[in-house]
């Protein structure tokens, strides 16, 4: 009889823990997912923030729950939703906007924009985090975790290659040039340290989109229905980042992983690498030695996507759900908290209040780099994003990836994957 | 008798050759502890002067609510153990003792999955899932694996293999018929309950696409998947908080295997799985 | 009596694996859009798709690889830990090990050895001068690599099985056959392997069940890529089902994975297991 009570016990235990929480009527729950997708710890000041929000309201209670990275993230949201039972509110990519609205999952921030306060604050933050939380004229994603494409370069190896170290690259040519001194081989002719990394694993579509705007051309229209994945320039910009591999050999080749560039970077394999400013804190705190973040060079013209999650609400909440997730993104977003914010993760703070006030005016004093990415944004465009986002997405990141690793040439490639993004789009049209 | 040449000692070459496959199959293990137990500088870098710490521990414990982990995968593990032992001994008792029409189709219907496992139909069975309400909770995960086929097939065969002496004996005696399982059946199928255990704990130990469609949230969220969105390459690899975090999770059935080796295959050797 | 098991059963694999048959000539349900009857356009759209062309030849690779090199190498494994060699223990320990860890877990410290310019491979490879190579990133031997990470995870399980029998062949089979004056390698083939039979049969199908199951490292290593050289069936479903949430599309992928593992079911119950036993 002993497997009977371990079945039980198993039983009641299981229902304890399954138990979903209840709600009371004086208090409104808000389960709140977030993804973590820089180093640090980003679940305790999230938690803490919750924590912080929940004393100060008393009738609310934000419960955050860790889902992963952003695409665990908005793969759980949304079987959350089919299943009937989504989060309240939940910190998704901004470039996720167009599928939510498909699926029906979310509300437009609008709705609970009512009074004065409320409009000044909307209209606060920096246009270019604004942008992909916009479609047919209403704003559905309140800018969160935010951030662009930054080149960091390591000054004690430029010193070394004779550069001067404060320089860092303005121009392609001027990257390319640099990168073929930075560039070191070993006796045997193996590369021991590239010049310049820029990843293509995971999404080579946002850093790709570093070069098609440096190239002056923009991937997808506003409306996410169309896309340029064969415009000359963009194959253009293709070709550039091919070569710095195969013709000037300052890149590694094939498929340069995302999660290690910054080891990479650390381990001085590569003395110039392109990635998030999410990263500069992780960057700073293991990087023994000096180092640089610019803006990314400039082709045609300077420019960097923006990258990053906003904060999105639920349309399956009641009403007083959705009134205290709408609370709780402007109360994350006030600038004093949005410079912690800031300041604890390297993000780039959502508004230029938060970049006012003392506390983020002595770390960008402190910290000079930390003001790159903001300082970007002037330059900065939408991130890619469309209707059918991830499917259309994968066609543009298989093309890349064909490319880099030589499978294709850059036109065959980007045709292929423009035939297929229409395929995909057609019925949005 | 003199031992025939057999049973001299392996020739130089196998000895050579298994030793050389052991060391490469122990090397990620070996680099799991060494990163574990350096800080991070050394995660690449092998010196043996590095110093040790145990601040990765630290750091991986707290990035994670890995007690939770544990608790959930504990829970869920035992629950599927101690369902699948009631259910399938059931199931093959009655395949063994009762005639009844259609029981060799029945038995063939049971036999699919083996073959067609409930991960395969991730979709359909999340549907379902999500209609009995089960989402998130550690019954949905463990639920569509109550039934083990597998368990069903192993305990049918063992049990076919008692002597029917004894059977006739304990009936004569005015056992009943679940008294006959409990006294006759079970005790005699031993090993094979062991050896099935051990084969049902690890796989479910380290299962990971299912729980991961089913789950949501720490409340039922196992180790396998805690580690894979804690270890997700989006923030950046750190091998040393990876690592850290992989001993962790690993060591419970690490321990037990190394503490438990002889009875680990002694027991498959006994459940005679032929 | 049968009952319980058997509800559950046919709820998790019998009734599922109907209606995914059944779903696989629906259109996917949108919220705007339920679901319609669409024939074949699920299997239309499934054969235009080269994606999953590439998942399915890359499983029949995948599986190709591991199953004769884990099936093999395990038997070779349990020789050489049945025999009287030094360090047995260690041997058995360092064989099955790979077994108890989580997929997930060791996939990303086989990460580290694919890591190029730094990584294990990379080091060692350097101290014999061997040139550089981007293991997981390069088409080419992006599939070989998760296929060793597969098989050295597998071999360790399937070696306790061939130790099991190997253990319970009468140690007078061996002594005879030396009195006759039979080599190893015949005592081998005409004797050992034939009785090993049954065990190897078992081992198969989990050889072939896990070919088709195992996808956790692929979330981790490569999540597919590069341009989907190391995507598997199980992983293009997952990515279809979950990412894209195209149902339809989703069962008819589940069909082709059921519909093969059926086969191989059929050919197992009725084909082998006739020579099995003799």
Redesign the interface.
């Known amino acids: 009889m002993k497997c009977n009570f371990t079945i039980i016990r198993g039983a009641i235990a299981t229902v304890a823990i399954g138990a979903t929480v209840n709600a009371s009527a004086q208090v409104t729950e808000v389960p709140f997912y977030f993804p973590v997708a820089v180093g640090g710890p980003i679940t305790k000041y999230i938690d803490q923030f919750a924590t912080d929000f929940n004393k100060e309201n008393p009738t609310i209670k934000v419960a955050p729950i860790y889902a992963g990275s952003y695409q665990d993230t908005i793969v759980k949201a949304l079987t959350a939703n089919k299943a009937g039972t989504p989060p309240v509110a939940s910190v998704l990519l901004s470039t996720d906007t167009f599928t939510l609205i498909d699926e029906d999952a979310i509300v437009p921030i609008d709705n609970f924009v009512k009074t004065a306060d409320d409009k000044a604050w909307l209209a606060g933050f920096y246009k270019a985090f604004l942008l992909n939380g916009q479609v047919g004229g209403k704003t559905w994603g309140v800018p969160f975790q935010r951030s662009t494409v930054v080149m960091y370069w390591n000054k004690e190896l430029f010193k070394e290659a004779g550069l001067d170290p404060n320089k860092p690259p303005q121009t392609w040519a001027e990257m390319t040039a640099m990168a073929q001194k930075l560039t070191k081989k070993d006796a045997s002719g193996k590369t021991t340290q590239y010049g310049v990394q820029i990843p293509s694993s995971g999404f080579p579509y946002w850093l790709f989109q570093g070069l098609t705007t440096q190239n002056d051309v923009i991937l997808s229209n506003e409306a996410g229905t169309q896309t340029k994945f064969d415009d000359p320039k963009v194959i253009e910009a293709l070709q550039y980042w091919m070569d710095l591999s195969k013709k000037y050999g300052v890149h590694p080749g094939g498929i340069v992983e995302w999660g290690t560039t910054p080891k990479d970077f650390m381990e001085k394999k590569a003395a110039m690498i392109w990635t998030t400013t999410g990263n500069l804190t992780n960057i700073r705190s293991n990087a023994k030695f000096d180092f640089g973040v610019a803006m990314l060079p400039t082709g045609k013209k300077r420019g960097s996507p923006t990258g990053g999650g906003n904060f999105y609400i639920f349309k399956k909440a009641t009403p007083a759900q959705q009134a205290a997730a709408f609370k709780f993104a402007k109360w994350l977003t006030q600038p004093e908290r949005a410079a912690q914010w800031g300041i604890e993760t390297g993000y780039v703070a959502v508004s230029p209040a938060a970049w006012d006030t003392v506390a983020l005016k002595k770390y960008a004093a402190d910290f000079p780099p930390a003001t790159v990415a903001r300082d970007q944004l002037q330059y900065a465009v939408a991130e890619f994003s469309t209707h059918d986002n991830q499917r259309v997405t994968k066609a543009l990141n298989d093309g890349l990836q064909a490319a880099l690793t030589g499978s294709k040439t850059a036109e065959a490639a980007m045709k292929d994957a423009q035939r297929e993004a229409e395929r995909l789009l057609k019925s949005y049209k | 008798m003199s031992a025939p040449s057999f049973q001299q000692r392996a020739s130089i070459v196998d000895t050579v050759a298994a030793w050389l496959l052991a060391v490469l199959w122990i090397l990620p293990l070996a680099y799991a502890v060494w990163t574990a137990f350096h800080p991070s500088e050394f995660s690449a870098k092998f010196l043996l002067s590095a110093p040790l710490t145990l601040e990765n521990f630290e750091r991986a414990w707290t990035a994670a609510p890995f007690a939770r982990y544990f608790f959930n995968t504990t829970v869920l593990v035992a629950m599927i153990l101690a369902a699948q032992l009631v259910l399938c001994t059931l199931a093959a008792y009655a395949f063994v003792r009762y005639e009844f029409r259609g029981k060799n189709i029945v038995f063939a219907l049971v036999l699919v999955q083996l073959m067609i496992m409930p991960d395969i139909l991730l979709v359909e069975n999340y549907k379902t899932m999500s209609q009995l309400g089960l989402i998130d909770t550690l019954l949905g995960i463990g639920l569509p694996y109550f039934a083990s086929a597998f368990a069903i097939f192993l305990l049918r065969q063992t049990f076919k293999g008692i002597p029917k002496e004894l059977v006739e004996a304990a009936t004569m005696e005015g056992a009943s018929t679940l008294q006959i399982l409990w006294r006759v059946y079970v005790p005699l199928a031993k090993p094979v309950y062991v050896a099935f255990a051990l084969v049902s704990v690890s796989y479910h130990w380290n299962n990971f696409l299912w729980p991961l469609v089913v789950t949501n949230s720490v409340n039922s969220r196992p180790l396998t998947v805690g580690l894979q969105v804690f270890a997700s390459t989006d923030q950046g690899i750190d091998w040393s908080i990876i690592t850290a975090a992989t001993l962790i999770t690993s060591a419970p059935l690490l321990a037990a295997f190394l503490l438990f080796q002889r009875q680990f295959v002694q027991s498959f050797m006994r459940a005679g799985i032929k | 009596?049968?009952l319980?098991?058997?509800?559950?059963?046919a709820?998790?694999?019998?009734?599922?694996?109907v209606?995914?048959i059944i779903?696989s000539f629906m259109s996917t349900p949108?919220?705007?859009r339920p679901s319609v009857f669409v024939g074949l356009d699920n299997y239309a759209s499934m054969i235009e798709d080269p994606?999953f062309w590439q998942a399915l030849r890359n499983n029949l690779w995948f599986a190709l690889a591991t199953i004769p090199l884990s099936v093999g190498?395990a038997l070779?494994?349990a020789l050489?830990?049945n025999?009287?060699?030094?360090?047995r223990?260690?041997?058995?320990?360092?064989?099955?090990?790979?077994?108890?860890?989580?997929?997930?877990?060791?996939a990303?410290?086989?990460?580290?050895?694919y890591?190029?310019?730094?990584?294990?491979l990379e080091?060692i490879g350097?101290l014999f001068?061997l040139?550089?190579q981007?293991w997981?990133?390069?088409?080419s031997t992006a599939l070989a690599s998760i296929t060793v990470v597969a098989v050295?995870k597998e071999a360790?399980f399937f070696m306790?099985?061939y130790?099991?029998?190997l253990?319970?062949i009468s140690?007078s089979l061996?002594?005879a056959?030396?009195?006759e004056g039979a080599g190893?390698w015949f005592?081998f083939r005409r004797v050992l392997w034939p009785l090993l039979m049954?065990?190897t049969i078992?081992v198969l199908?989990n050889a072939v069940?896990n070919a088709?199951?195992m996808?956790?490292h692929v979330?981790?290593m490569?999540?597919g890529?590069?341009?989907?050289a190391t995507s598997l069936l199980?992983y293009h479903?997952?990515e279809v089902?979950?990412?894209?949430?195209d149902?339809g599309y989703?069962?008819a992928i589940?069909v082709v994975?059921?519909g093969t593992?059926?086969t191989?079911?059929l050919v197992q119950f009725f084909v082998l297991d006739k020579k099995a036993h003799y």
């Open positions: 009596m049968l319980p098991a058997l509800v559950l059963l709820a998790f694999t019998h009734y599922p694996a209606a995914t779903d949108k919220p705007n994606i190498l070779a494994m050489w830990v025999a009287r060699m030094v360090g223990g260690f041997l058995r320990m360092a064989y099955f090990t790979p077994t108890v860890l989580p997929m997930i877990a060791v990303n410290i086989w990460l580290f050895f890591t190029p310019t730094y990584g294990l080091q350097g001068g040139p550089s981007n997981l990133g390069d088409k050295w360790g306790i099985f130790l099991a029998a253990q319970s140690p061996r002594e056959a030396a009195i190893r005592f049954p065990t078992f199908v069940i088709f199951r996808v956790d979330v981790v490569t999540r890529g590069p341009d989907n199980l479903l997952y089902g979950f990412k894209y949430w149902q989703a069962a589940t994975l059921i593992l059926a191989v079911a």
